[in-house]
């Protein structure tokens, strides 16, 4: 699994597939910071959010780099469970060293402002851990639409293009309205939201972010492995 997952890497890198997501990422962290600086909670909630398409569009061209019959020889030797475990530890090591970048631009810009003294805003540190929180739960929602959309479940491009497309939009609208269906897309609006308030969300709230993200990637997790075991 270890030797796929480093030749899944190195055939995006050197591919040139990766240059795309780059430029993407940096047009975000210009859009993000080029206004000022802003508090570590506040910028580090929205970043998140906004990496959650590229961290899926990411993901689906890691996934679709391999050509099918090179694909289905993998699953020969090594086993459907250990073929699959090594595209989306492929994809979520990617996507990590993008989240860890991204952390680290504000810095190298003075995008990061410190709390107000005589105000209730919470700490540098406190917005720190709440974006490492939010990055991650972005990172694990990202990857499993990203996997959603791969060539391996929809075998042609433009179904594909739809999930990767149609999945992204749903998560912001279905996040920004609340009411109508919020179990249906994972809590990454939700989380921006919350990180985007006056005050930081208390234990329970994120709690619930955290059951949530892990619930809905379980249950599209399970239906990826089932229709990569049907199509195969």
Same mark, same amino acid.
């Given at each position: 699994?270890?030797?796929? =997952?480093?030749?899944?890497?190195?055939?995006?890198?050197?591919?040139?597939?990766?240059?795309?997501?780059?430029?993407?990422?940096?047009?975000?962290?210009?859009?993000?910071?080029?206004?000022?600086?802003?508090? +570590?909670?506040?910028?580090?909630?929205?970043?998140?959010?906004?990496?959650?398409? @590229?961290?899926?569009?990411?993901?689906? &061209? &890691?996934?679709?780099?391999?050509?099918?019959?090179?694909?289905? %020889?993998?699953?020969?030797?090594?086993?459907?469970?250990?073929?699959?475990?090594?595209?989306?530890?492929?994809?979520?090591?990617?996507? +990590? @060293?993008?989240?860890?970048?991204?952390?680290?631009?504000?810095?190298?810009?003075?995008?990061?402002?410190?709390?107000?003294?005589?105000?209730?805003?919470?700490? =540098?540190?406190?917005? *720190? %851990?709440?974006?490492?929180?939010?990055?991650?739960?972005?990172?694990? +929602?990202?990857?499993t639409l990203g996997a959603l959309s791969g060539r391996a479940v929809t075998?042609?491009? %433009?179904?594909?293009?739809?999930?990767? @497309?149609?999945?992204? *939009?749903?998560? @912001?609208?279905?996040?920004? =309205?609340?009411?109508?269906?919020?179990? &249906?897309?994972?809590?990454?609006?939700? =989380?921006?939201?919350?990180?985007?308030?006056?005050?930081?969300?208390?234990?329970?709230? &994120?709690? *619930?972010?955290?059951?949530?993200?892990?619930?809905?990637?379980?249950?599209?997790? +399970?239906?990826?492995?089932?229709?990569?075991?049907?199509?195969?």
């Open positions: 699994m270890i030797a796929l =997952t480093r030749m899944r890497l190195a055939g995006f890198l050197r591919g040139g597939r990766a240059v795309a997501p780059l430029i993407t990422v940096l047009v975000i962290l210009s859009i993000l910071y080029g206004g000022g600086p802003s508090l +570590a909670m506040h910028a580090y909630g929205y970043s998140a959010v906004c990496l959650f398409p @590229v961290l899926a569009w990411i993901t689906k &061209l &890691l996934l679709d780099t391999e050509p099918d019959a090179q694909r289905r %020889l993998a699953r020969l030797a090594v086993g459907p469970f250990r073929e699959g475990a090594g595209g989306l530890l492929a994809a979520v090591l990617l996507a +990590a @060293v993008v989240c860890v970048l991204t952390m680290l631009a504000p810095w190298v810009v003075g995008g990061i402002a410190p709390p107000r003294p005589d105000s209730a805003e919470p700490s =540098t540190q406190t917005g *720190i %851990l709440l974006g490492i929180v939010a990055h991650l739960l972005s990172l694990a +929602a990202a990857v075998r042609r491009i %433009l179904p594909g293009v739809l999930v990767l @497309v149609g999945g992204s *939009i749903l998560v @912001v609208v279905l996040g920004l =309205t609340g009411s109508i269906a919020p179990w &249906l897309v994972p809590p990454v609006m939700a =989380t921006a939201r919350k990180l985007g308030g006056d005050h930081a969300p208390d234990a329970a709230t &994120l709690l *619930i972010l955290v059951v949530w993200t892990v619930l809905w990637c379980a249950v599209a997790l +399970a239906g990826y492995a089932g229709l990569r075991r049907a199509r195969s």
